[in-house]
């Protein structure tokens, strides 16, 4: 779905189709989606992380997170969803209901509708998440778990 691309061909391309914008880039992208008539390009500071990209399981739409930055778009092309993050992302987590961005510092939890329902500060580096009812059950690099209202 993503392909390495030259700065001077992101360049060449029309900057609507530009979804993730670095101020700084080293690394440029193309991402083909499914039923869009021109894949769109994404930049990167990060030399040695590659960026998320993963369709969400209960609709046709794909997030696309890299640095401090996570865009959500339809399988056409359109920006659903973009936000600039404090930290960077780790993960793109999908839960019934509700899509939960994993960033270093913080987990950002996302309605089907694409509004924020809640931002929540992490105390550490977290590891991995998972969903028990209404709490986002964090575990953190040390082993340490913590239960969150979401």
């Known amino acids: 779905m993503l392909t390495e691309i030259s700065q001077e061909e992101y360049d060449k391309t029309n900057p609507i189709l530009r979804v993730i914008v670095d101020d700084n880039p080293r690394k440029f992208g193309r991402v083909v989606l499914p039923n869009a008539s021109s894949p769109v390009v994404i930049c990167w500071h990060s030399d040695l992380v590659q960026p998320l990209i993963t369709a969400d399981p209960q609709t046709s739409v794909i997030w696309i ?52 329902r809640r931002i929540v500060g992490l105390r550490d580096l977290p590891e991995t998440a998972d969903l028990d009812g209404d709490r986002l059950v964090v575990t953190f690099i040390d082993g340490e778990t913590a239960a969150l209202s979401i």
């Open 65 to 116: 997170g890299i640095d401090q930055r996570i865009v959500c778009l339809s399988s056409e092309g359109s920006v659903l969803f973009s936000i600039g993050l404090n930290s960077n992302i780790l993960q793109i987590l999908f839960f019934q209901g509700v899509i939960t961005a994993l960033t270093e510092t913080e987990a950002i939890a996302i309605n089907q509708d694409f509004s924020i």
